[in-house]
């Protein structure tokens, strides 16, 4: 498995459309001070799901939008899709390329695609969970996070290992199970209820 390709549109300093081919193997982006090398990185991360507008360096997280320079104008919308090669079957989903993606619009509201059918951000999550990308993952080491991970409180560096060790995503479930159990049970509470007043 390797990420192939990123494209970007309206996402971040990205206004028009552009794309990012990888190989296998290394790639470095160099470039200037302020030139976008970072909003790249901002740009997979994004992708991938998270919801903290802190991963992105941002205030809020409509900030990923382009907000304009120069003479152009603000855009509306910013998406961005990654595609990856997955002949190697790391991803559990019958293709050998699967694209991904996010799309933001200026209302604040998000769209998920995989493979460009619609989809939740859960599906997107799951998805990708097994394979050590995703929102919450350590597969992106930004700046100043090594030194989060060494000064980590004993229980945060548990949750650095159990999703390395693909526990996470079980206990998300587990969280989720429980959610819905606890609904169950007020529902059943409310029904005990009501036949009792029949009786
Ligand atoms: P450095 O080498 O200093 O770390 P960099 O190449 O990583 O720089 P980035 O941080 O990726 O640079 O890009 C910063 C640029 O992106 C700034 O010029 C900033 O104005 C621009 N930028 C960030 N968000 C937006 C946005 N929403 N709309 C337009 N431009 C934006």
Redesign the pocket.
């Known amino acids: 498995m390797y990420l192939k390709s990123l494209a970007l549109r309206g996402f971040?300093?990205f206004a028009d459309s552009t794309r990012l081919d990888f190989e296998p193997g290394i790639t470095v982006i160099v470039?200037?001070?302020?030139?976008?090398?970072?909003?790249?990185v901002?740009a997979l991360t994004w992708s991938m799901g998270t919801r903290s507008a802190k991963d992105l360096?941002?205030g809020s997280m409509s900030?990923?939008?382009?907000?304009?320079?120069g003479s152009r104008k603000a855009m509306g919308r910013a998406s961005v899709e990654i595609t990856i090669d997955n002949s190697d079957d790391s991803l559990p989903i019958e293709f050998t390329e699967v694209t991904v993606g996010r799309a933001m619009f200026a209302t604040g509201e998000n769209a998920y695609t995989i493979n460009d059918v619609e989809c939740r951000q859960l599906d997107v999550a799951e998805l990708l969970s097994d394979t050590g990308l995703g929102r919450e993952t350590h597969t992106i080491v930004g700046q100043g996070r090594i030194d989060a991970v060494l000064n980590a409180r004993p229980e945060e560096r548990r949750a650095f290992i159990e999703e390395a060790a693909g526990i996470l995503k079980h206990r998300r479930r587990k969280e989720r199970a429980l959610r819905k159990l606890g609904q169950m049970e007020g529902h059943l509470e409310r029904l005990v209820d009501l036949l009792s007043e029949m009786r």
């Open positions: 971040k300093s470039g200037p001070n302020g030139s976008g090398k970072s909003n790249i901002d360096r941002g900030d990923v939008i382009f907000a304009g320079a």
